[in-house]
T-cell receptor, first 117, second 115 residues
Framework: AQKITQTQPGMFVQEKEAVTLDCTYDTSDPSYGLFWYKQPSSGEMIFLIY??????QNATEGRYSLNFQKARKSANLVISASQLGDSAMYFC??????????????FGKGTHLIIQP | KAGVTQTPRYLIKTRGQQVTLSCSPI?????VSWYQQTPGQGLQFLFEYFSETQRNKGNFPGRFSGRQFSNSRSEMNVSTLELGDSALYLC??????????????FGPGTRLLVL
């Protein structure tokens, strides 16, 4: 069974500092996708960044980058120059193709990030 | 382009009742997935629909069901509500289905409270 582990339940970071949110995953399937989502207190899940298992380069989207270490099965999210609006829950998720179709996204427990002024 | 919309946003029901939640995907998206989010269990996959067919179902009892219409809009139904069904129900849409690289875009969710 696929599994996502986020070991940081909560983090406090000073505004403008860089943040690294940890994510490790467990799967024996060679084809999978890794996603990061942001969930503000309003509840909506906002897509941030995607990394495919066969992608050679780390994904980047604006201030977000994904530090993908396939051998270690880790996919850490890096937020550069944090802003107050970055305060939210962050979820790492994995999707895989199991022959009959993707089995939905498997989510980690999340990290509650608080940016302090 | 409009995002995923869900109605209603908030709902209060009593045990034993049934409830229907609605989701309209992003225009052009044909796959709709549903997730349940609770403080104890986190985010769990309920089911996925593509071209009016259920493709996958998570580990939930038969009280949870859904359907998809020809315009890709989807509904999920929970019958005989239990207190533990209180949760945020999130709908997500994607262009296609069956591909791990398909990004799912989420709606604002429906908060269901069962009393």
């Amino acid at each position: 069974a696929q599994k996502i582990t986020q070991t940081q339940p909560g983090m406090f970071v000073q505004e403008k500092e860089a943040v690294t949110l940890d994510c490790t995953y467990d799967t024996s399937d060679p084809s999978y996708g890794l996603f990061w989502y942001k969930q503000p207190s309003s509840g909506e899940m906002i897509f941030l960044i995607y990394q495919g298992s066969y992608d050679q380069q780390n994904a980047t989207e604006g201030r977000y980058s994904l530090n993908f270490q396939k051998a270690r099965k880790s996919a850490n999210l890096v937020i550069s120059a944090s802003q107050l609006g970055d305060s939210a829950m962050y979820f790492c998720a994995m999707s895989m193709y199991s022959g009959g179709g993707a089995d939905g996204l498997t989510f980690g427990k999340g990290t509650h990030l608080i940016i302090q002024p | 382009k409009a995002g995923v919309t869900q109605t209603p946003r908030y709902l209060i029901k009593t045990r034993g009742q049934q409830v229907t939640l609605s989701c309209s995907p992003i225009s052009g998206h044909r796959s709709v997935s549903w997730y349940q989010q609770t403080p104890g269990q986190g985010l769990q996959f309920l089911f996925e629909y593509f071209s009016e067919t259920q493709r996958n179902k998570g580990n939930f009892p038969g009280r949870f069901s859904g359907r998809q219409f020809s315009n890709s809009r989807s509904e999920m139904n929970v019958s005989t509500l239990e207190l533990g069904d209180s949760a945020l129900y999130l709908c997500a849409s994607s262009l296609l289905a069956g591909e791990p690289r398909e990004t799912q875009y989420f709606g604002p969710g429906t908060r269901l409270l069962v009393l």
